[in-house]
């Protein structure tokens, strides 16, 4: 019986961490393999170890997050040509490989080798020109970062401090997106945004893009209008109400129609036998006009 209460139990528990997302996919057509992994609640004092060592505040909701359950995995897959092919993801690192994105140098690196930190130039050059654009973060001492989730080859969700000085205990987080580019993109200011936005995106490949000025790839896409057509039909108004303009517009009838050749007019050349009867032929015609007149 005891059993029995404590399975129910962490099945509500379960409910409202996914916000009833895996019944909503189970009864999806062509979806298969729904799995969520069960974790156990992180202690505290790992939380306040990791704040030690970091010298980072965790926010409020990520801290209570972390109390319920030790990260998230939820992953799901689709059925083609009686395959299962993985598809969606939705992953939260628990508190032990909440990593910082930039690793110590070791001290068997080469001195002049380069880092992310030259990257930096640019973007302080860069953000004169951004206007009312939050300022994106730094490779250096000067943001403090940990990676979220690692969204395979398609770039990182951080944990981002800025506005950092060394030895002073960084409280102010926001979630960003690192790209493939390694530009950032701001996702939302709390995990909690974050989180709802990452059920609501079911964990499609890309989504992330989709806060992007180029958004995800074709391919991201064709899942999206599949699986998320309210919402990628949402956010496509939203990111041009004229439509994409950052995709090239391309005019199949203008662009791939064919030059008219216009007709080059040969002149005849005029013989002396042609030249001999046009003389007769005005010859007649006078003396018909002259013989009509009297």
Known sequence: MEETKESLTFKGVAERLTLGITRI????????????????????????????KNTCILPEDLRDFYLTTDGFTLTWSVKLDNECVPLGCMMINNVS??????????????????????????EDGAESGRGR???????????????????????KVCLVYKNCTTGVVAQQSEIWFLDRSLCWHLLTATFTS??????????LPEWQ????????SPQAKQWASLYQPLTFSSELNFADPAGDSHLNKLDPTKAFKGKAKVPVLKKKQSTPCSLGSTAKS?????????????
Not at 103 to 114: D, I
Not at 209 to 216: E, Q
Not at 282 to 294: D, E, F, L, P, T
């Open 194 to 203: 974050y989180y709802r936005l990452m059920i609501t995106h079911l964990g």
């Open 25 to 52: 996919l189970e009864n999806m057509p062509g979806v298969v393999d729904v799995r969520f992994v069960e974790k156990e609640p992180a202690e505290k004092r790992s939380l306040l170890s990791w704040e030690q």
């Open 133 to 155: 654009a939050p300022a994106a973060p730094h490779f250096d001492s000067r943001s403090r970062i940990f990676e979220l989730h690692s969204c395979g080859v398609n770039g």
């Open 282 to 294: 005005q010859s007649s015609a006078v003396r018909n006009h002259s013989g009509g007149k009297r």
């Open 97 to 122: 490989t909440l990593c910082p994105l930039l690793q110590p140098v070791s001290l068997f690196s080469l001195p002049n080798a380069p880092s992310l930190a030259d990257l930096d130039w640019e």
């Open 209 to 216: 893009y989709a806060f992007t000025p180029y958004g995800p």
